[in-house]
Protein backbone atom coordinates (compact mmCIF):
# COMPACT_ATOMS: atom_id res chain seq x y z
CA UNK A 1 0.00 0.00 0.00
CA UNK A 2 1.32 3.47 -0.92
CA UNK A 3 0.90 6.37 1.84
CA UNK A 4 1.50 10.02 1.07
CA UNK A 5 1.14 13.05 3.04
CA UNK A 6 0.93 16.35 2.42
CA UNK A 7 0.89 19.38 4.64
CA UNK A 8 -0.17 23.16 3.98
CA UNK A 9 1.27 25.67 6.17
CA UNK A 10 -0.73 28.60 5.97
CA UNK A 11 1.43 32.08 6.21
CA UNK A 12 2.02 35.28 4.01
CA UNK A 13 3.83 34.07 1.09
CA UNK A 14 3.65 30.80 0.95
CA UNK A 15 0.97 30.88 -1.52
CA UNK A 16 -0.35 27.24 -2.17
CA UNK A 17 3.04 25.50 -1.16
CA UNK A 18 2.26 21.91 -0.10
CA UNK A 19 5.18 19.60 1.61
CA UNK A 20 4.57 16.08 0.67
CA UNK A 21 6.24 13.24 1.91
CA UNK A 22 6.09 9.11 1.47
CA UNK A 23 8.35 8.61 4.71
CA UNK A 24 11.71 8.24 2.33
CA UNK A 25 11.49 11.46 0.20
CA UNK A 26 10.01 14.67 0.46
CA UNK A 27 9.14 17.04 -2.36
CA UNK A 28 6.37 20.12 -2.81
CA UNK A 29 3.37 21.12 -5.06
CA UNK A 30 2.13 24.69 -5.50
CA UNK A 31 -0.35 26.61 -7.71
CA UNK A 32 1.54 29.15 -10.23
CA UNK A 33 1.51 32.94 -9.30
CA UNK A 34 -0.90 33.80 -11.45
CA UNK A 35 -3.55 31.78 -9.24
CA UNK A 36 -2.32 32.69 -6.04
CA UNK A 37 0.26 30.42 -5.31
CA UNK A 38 4.28 30.72 -5.32
CA UNK A 39 5.25 28.20 -7.48
CA UNK A 40 7.59 26.59 -5.85
CA UNK A 41 6.45 23.33 -7.07
CA UNK A 42 4.62 21.37 -10.18
CA UNK A 43 0.95 21.98 -9.92
CA UNK A 44 -1.36 18.86 -8.73
CA UNK A 45 -2.51 17.76 -12.25
CA UNK A 46 1.21 18.11 -12.97
CA UNK A 47 2.48 15.65 -10.23
CA UNK A 48 -0.71 13.73 -11.25
CA UNK A 49 0.64 13.85 -15.26
CA UNK A 50 4.36 13.12 -13.58
CA UNK A 51 3.49 10.05 -12.00
CA UNK A 52 1.99 8.25 -15.21
CA UNK A 53 4.46 9.57 -17.44
CA UNK A 54 7.28 8.14 -14.85
CA UNK A 55 5.21 4.50 -15.06
CA UNK A 56 4.81 4.42 -18.53
CA UNK A 57 8.74 4.91 -18.66
CA UNK A 58 9.89 2.25 -15.77
CA UNK A 59 6.69 -0.16 -17.53
CA UNK A 60 8.42 0.04 -20.91
CA UNK A 61 12.28 -0.25 -19.52
CA UNK A 62 11.04 -3.36 -17.04
CA UNK A 63 9.72 -5.14 -19.99
CA UNK A 64 12.51 -4.76 -22.20
CA UNK A 65 14.87 -5.54 -19.25
CA UNK A 66 13.06 -8.74 -18.86
CA UNK A 67 12.51 -9.40 -22.63
CA UNK A 68 16.59 -8.50 -23.39
CA UNK A 69 15.51 -5.92 -25.46
CA UNK A 70 17.70 -3.34 -26.92
CA UNK A 71 16.22 -0.11 -25.68
CA UNK A 72 18.03 2.66 -25.94
CA UNK A 73 15.70 5.31 -24.20
CA UNK A 74 12.29 6.06 -23.50
CA UNK A 75 10.52 9.31 -22.71
CA UNK A 76 6.97 10.46 -22.12
CA UNK A 77 5.01 13.34 -22.81
CA UNK A 78 1.65 14.09 -20.99
CA UNK A 79 -0.85 16.65 -21.43
CA UNK A 80 -3.92 17.20 -19.53
CA UNK A 81 -6.83 19.80 -20.58
CA UNK A 82 -10.51 20.19 -20.34
CA UNK A 83 -12.62 19.67 -23.16
CA UNK A 84 -16.25 20.20 -23.85
CA UNK A 85 -17.77 16.63 -24.22
CA UNK A 86 -19.08 17.70 -27.87
CA UNK A 87 -15.73 18.42 -28.68
CA UNK A 88 -14.46 14.90 -27.71
CA UNK A 89 -15.30 11.90 -30.62
CA UNK A 90 -14.98 9.23 -27.93
CA UNK A 91 -16.80 10.47 -25.10
CA UNK A 92 -19.17 8.07 -23.93
CA UNK A 93 -21.94 10.69 -22.68
CA UNK A 94 -21.73 13.92 -25.56
CA UNK A 95 -24.44 15.75 -23.41
CA UNK A 96 -22.45 15.68 -20.14
CA UNK A 97 -20.57 19.29 -20.55
CA UNK A 98 -16.52 18.93 -19.78
CA UNK A 99 -14.35 15.99 -19.46
CA UNK A 100 -11.23 15.60 -18.53
CA UNK A 101 -8.77 14.78 -21.55
CA UNK A 102 -5.18 13.40 -21.21
CA UNK A 103 -3.48 12.77 -24.16
CA UNK A 104 0.45 11.13 -24.81
CA UNK A 105 3.36 10.78 -26.80
CA UNK A 106 5.80 7.62 -25.53
CA UNK A 107 8.90 7.88 -27.76
CA UNK A 108 10.87 4.52 -27.51
CA UNK A 109 14.27 4.48 -29.03
CA UNK A 110 16.16 1.16 -29.42
CA UNK A 111 16.57 -1.28 -32.71
CA UNK A 112 13.19 -3.31 -32.39
CA UNK A 113 11.51 -5.57 -35.13
CA UNK A 114 8.44 -4.73 -35.96
CA UNK A 115 6.32 -7.38 -33.49
CA UNK A 116 8.63 -5.71 -30.64
CA UNK A 117 7.76 -2.30 -32.28
CA UNK A 118 3.60 -3.78 -31.87
CA UNK A 119 4.15 -5.51 -28.63
CA UNK A 120 5.88 -2.29 -26.79
CA UNK A 121 3.31 0.09 -28.07
CA UNK A 122 0.42 -2.01 -26.43
CA UNK A 123 2.93 -2.39 -23.14
CA UNK A 124 3.71 1.66 -23.27
CA UNK A 125 -0.75 1.87 -22.79
CA UNK A 126 -1.24 -0.75 -19.97
CA UNK A 127 1.40 0.63 -17.18
CA UNK A 128 -0.30 0.34 -13.58
CA UNK A 129 -0.67 4.04 -12.59
CA UNK A 130 -2.62 4.22 -16.24
CA UNK A 131 -4.47 1.30 -15.95
CA UNK A 132 -5.63 2.53 -12.21
CA UNK A 133 -7.06 6.21 -13.80
CA UNK A 134 -8.72 4.21 -16.47
CA UNK A 135 -10.78 1.80 -14.61
CA UNK A 136 -11.47 5.18 -12.36
CA UNK A 137 -10.82 4.78 -8.63
CA UNK A 138 -13.11 4.77 -5.26
CA UNK A 139 -12.23 7.31 -2.69
CA UNK A 140 -13.11 6.53 0.39
CA UNK A 141 -12.34 10.31 2.59
CA UNK A 142 -12.72 11.22 6.76
CA UNK A 143 -12.28 14.57 6.84
CA UNK A 144 -11.27 15.14 10.84
CA UNK A 145 -11.15 18.91 12.53
CA UNK A 146 -8.64 19.07 14.46
CA UNK A 147 -8.45 22.15 17.54
Not at 19 to 41: I, M, N, Y
Not at 63 to 91: F, G
Request: charged share 25%.
Amino acid sequence: MATVTADLAVSEGTGFTVELRDGTHTWRADEPADVGGADTGPNPYELLLSAVAACTCITVSAYCRRKNWPLHSVSARYEHDRVHSSDCDDCEDPSAGYIDRVRSQIFIEGDFDDAQRDALAGIARRCPVHKTLDRGVAFTTETVFVG
